[in-house]
């Protein structure tokens, strides 16, 4: 911000997907460097055209590939492409109005302009709207014993953990959470990280490894700490759960369940490279007995601790800049959502030397608190974390393999992609002739395929024919694609394993993902026909 009262706003050069977003911005009429007047006092009126552009810039400078992907036919009618965007875009506004400012006519402004921003982060609104439902036949004694260990090692927190139905252990706010406060906050010294491997006995046999990776260390050395009586993350290990319930230790029946989807692969070839991995690794463990008991480190307590890994660690930047995968007690109660609560999180505060989970929007004494683990699909959730997430997930993509087309003009395009995908339809805002609900980059992609570069919507006009083909091709696709699916299935799903009625929901939400990409194209084909048929007058 500038003296004179102008905000300056501009798109990082550094930043991925900088074609992108530019084309992004200049279809709102924006460019990548803009300036915002907040001089003197602003009427409501100015304050909110400059909180409406403000939020245009801050929404596609915050985009992630996935919704730079669907770009803005992703939009609601309200202009909010994912609720995680949304909650980024005005922390990232947040952080650029300065909190103080010598003039006084400025300052009254920009404090106007601060809480309008803080009142859209409280209307942001989760899917899990509805009150979470505490078990309370569950005794949480581990779970209290974990909390008491960790406050009276410098954790502080503002959250209960409880049972939750439908979530296994969640965070509940214990008092109303406000847009910054720090829900919870651990010391460094409470983190597992590689640390602990360099100063065990371990480490001079395991860095002899070709090509070990700190993380498999840190993974063996917690096959064997969970037992060692004397730990000092005793009450951490001791409130862990004894099965994981991921995709990765799925049953036989709830694999064949997921015939015909792409999961089952993702699920196979997972499974197939752990068992490579400890393969690798058995013959130097054996050699080693004394350091690495056999009992402890049979295959299924090598599962067990990757599913640990997969499902309760987190990557966290330390002050050495370093990036490190770390398990951290407490923390790894808290569940994940697409409404997240806490979304900036993995960067060690140098200052207190403590790893800070400060919530992005309110959470009401009572509510649960979540976690965004990540921008992941829910094949990728099912895998590795063995849940499907509540609400329509934006990350939820069927990725296509298509062949990149040796064409000069697209070697010369930096804003084309060289990977496609699609999602379900209803996230589109967008069914109109050339838009069809399906993402503009596949589209553009497949017209090229059918001998079409163009430069203009007449280009399009002139030349429905393509448009025909385009659609038959994807049609053609995803018939064949749901046709592997099958019908949705007669099992009692009521009384079916838990991991078959995941498997057996995942395989509908990829029926109706299917589905609807079929009938936006049907519905596109028709329109495109009326055209031909009935060209406007
Ligand atoms: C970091 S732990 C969170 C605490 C966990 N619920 C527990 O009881 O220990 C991650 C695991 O929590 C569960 N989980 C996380 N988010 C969830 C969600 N939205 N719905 C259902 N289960 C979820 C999954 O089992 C996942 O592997």
């Known amino acids: 911000m500038s003296e004179t009262g102008d905000l300056y706003l501009e798109l990082a050069e550094d930043d991925p997907f900088y074609q992108h977003k530019k084309t992004l911005l200049s279809c709102k009429g924006l460019g990548v460097k803009e300036t915002l007047n907040l001089r003197g006092s602003l009427t409501e009126q100015l304050l909110n055209a400059a909180l409406e552009k403000l939020l245009l810039f801050g929404r596609i400078a915050n985009l992630d590939k996935v919704e730079v992907y669907f770009g803005e036919d992703a939009c609601t009618p309200a202009g909010i492409y994912s609720i995680r965007n949304e909650i980024s875009a005005l922390s990232w506004i947040l952080s650029l109005i300065p909190v103080s400012c010598n003039i006084q006519t400025h300052a009254v402004t920009l404090e106007a302009l601060r809480a309008a921003v803080k009142g859209r982060i409280s209307e942001v609104v989760g899917a899990e709207k509805e009150k979470a439902r505490i078990v309370d036949s569950y005794r949480c004694d581990k779970e209290s014993r974990l909390v008491e260990w960790g406050q009276d090692n410098g954790v502080k927190t503002k959250l209960q953990i409880a049972h939750i139905d439908g979530y296994g252990r969640g965070a509940i706010a214990s008092e109303d959470l406000k847009f910054g406060d720090v829900a919870l906050e651990i010391p460094i010294s409470s983190i597992i990280s590689e640390e602990y491997v360099y100063n065990s006995d371990m480490y001079s046999i395991l860095e002899k490894i070709d090509g070990i990776t700190s993380e498999t260390m840190l993974l063996l050395w917690t096959m064997r700490e969970k037992h060692n009586q004397d730990s000092k993350f005793k009450p951490y290990f001791d409130s862990l759960q004894e099965n994981f319930c991921t995709g990765l230790s799925f049953g036989v029946d709830a694999i064949m369940e997921l015939d015909g989807t792409l999961l089952l692969d993702e699920i196979m070839q997972a499974k197939e490279l752990l068992r490579e991995r400890y393969d690798e690794l058995v013959p130097v463990l054996s050699n080693h007995r004394h350091v690495f008991p056999p009992e402890l480190y049979t295959w299924e307590h090598y599962l067990w601790a990757c599913e640990l890994y997969y499902s309760n660690s987190m990557q966290i930047k330390f002050p050495d800049g370093k990036l490190k995968t770390c398990l951290i007690p407490v923390a790894g109660f808290l569940n994940h959502s697409v409404y997240p609560h806490i979304v900036k999180y993995g960067?060690?505060?140098?200052?207190?030397?403590?790893?800070?989970?400060?919530?992005?929007?309110?959470?009401?004494?009572?509510?649960?608190?979540?976690?965004?683990?990540?921008?992941?699909?829910?094949?990728?959730?099912?895998?590795?974390?063995?849940?499907?997430?509540?609400?329509?997930?934006?990350y939820d993509v069927i990725p296509l393999d298509f062949d990149v087309i040796d064409d000069e003009d697209i070697e010369t395009d930096f804003s084309s992609w060289t990977t496609h995908?699609?999602?379900?339809?209803?996230?589109?805002?967008?069914?109109?002739?050339?838009?069809?609900?399906?993402?503009?980059?596949?589209?553009?992609y497949l017209r090229r395929a059918h001998g079409l570069v163009h430069h203009s919507e007449t280009d399009l006009w002139n030349n429905l024919e393509v448009e025909m083909e385009v659609l038959g091709t994807l049609r053609s696709t995803f018939d064949d694609m749901l046709q592997n699916l099958g019908d949705a299935d007669s099992i009692d799903r009521e009384n079916a394993d838990q991991d078959v009625k995941m498997a057996m929901e995942f395989k509908e939400q990829q029926r109706k993902i299917v589905s609807s990409i079929l009938d936006s194209c049907s519905a596109g084909i028709k329109l495109v026909q009326d055209f031909i048929t009935k060209p406007e007058v």
């Open 347 to 394: 960067k060690v505060d140098t200052e207190t030397s403590s790893l800070k989970f400060p919530v992005s929007r309110p959470c009401n004494k009572g509510e649960q608190c979540f976690l965004s683990y990540g921008n992941y699909s829910s094949s990728h959730l099912l895998t590795f974390y063995g849940f499907l997430p509540k609400g329509d997930n934006p």
């Open 421 to 444: 995908m699609l999602r379900g339809t209803w996230l589109s805002s967008n069914h109109d002739i050339f838009h069809y609900g399906l993402p503009t980059p596949l589209l553009n």
